[in-house]
Each structure stands twice: as structure tokens, then as C-alpha cells.
């Protein structure tokens, strides 16, 4: 069993940045796919980045170049810098971890307004 716990949600303004990190249970950490997926409202849920145990990192288009994933071994941790926010990005920001099967932590808000 992994648990995940978000935190570092909240509002911003529009060109303003905001960095989400994610706690993950388990001595295994190192050998989980760690990923970041949001959910704005009335939307599906979609895949925002993605780190792989071997440091292979992926991003959908939209986030390119403004969000950055990152993964500490030995904290257990995932993080996700967002820089460059836009109202677009407003969200509930979920971790995923995956091990054998699919983890999900319960997300944090992040809104982005003026």
C-alpha cells in the first residue's frame, strides 16, 4: 500500500508560480512512475508530468517549458515547480504513483486569480 499526501496548493496570480510537492509512503520509492495529473472543473482528468524510476520525464504540450517535475529518492518526494500560471492551469493537482498498480492522493486546489 502507497500512500501519497499533496501539498503546496493555493492561489496565485496569473504569471505567478507555485510549487506542489507530494509525500509518498514505502521503501520503494525509487522503483515507483511518479506523475501529476489535474483536474479542472466539468474537464477530464488529464496527465500533467510524469517521472519514471529511471529519471525519463514527460509533460503534456500545454505545460511545456513552465512546469517542471522533479523526484527526491531520498525524501521520498515528488515535486512539481509551476512557473508562468495561467487561469488555464486552475485545477485540482493529484498525485499518482505507480507500483505494480495505480496510487492516487487526494490533490490540492490550485487556482490562478487576479
Known amino acids: 500500500q502507497v500512500q501519497l499526501v499533496e501539498s503546496g496548493g493555493g492561489l496565485v496570480q496569473p504569471g505567478g508560480s507555485l510549487r506542489l510537492s507530494c509525500a509518498a509512503s514505502?521503501?520503494?520509492?525509487?522503483?515507483?512512475?511518479m506523475a501529476w495529473y489535474r483536474q479542472a472543473p466539468g474537464k477530464q482528468r488529464e496527465l500533467v508530468a510524469r517521472?519514471?524510476?529511471?529519471?525519463?520525464?514527460n509533460y503534456v504540450d500545454s505545460v511545456k517549458g513552465r512546469f517542471t517535475i522533479s523526484r527526491d529518492n531520498a525524501k521520498n518526494t515528488v515535486d512539481l515547480q509551476m512557473n508562468s500560471l495561467s487561469s488555464e492551469d486552475t485545477a485540482v493537482y493529484l498525485c499518482?504513483?505507480?507500483?505494480?498498480?495505480?496510487?492516487w492522493g487526494k490533490g490540492t486546489l490550485v487556482t490562478v486569480s487576479s
Open positions: 499518482n504513483a505507480i507500483y505494480f498498480i495505480s496510487y
Open positions: 514505502g521503501s520503494s520509492f525509487s522503483e515507483y512512475t
Open positions: 517521472i519514471f524510476s529511471d529519471g525519463r520525464i
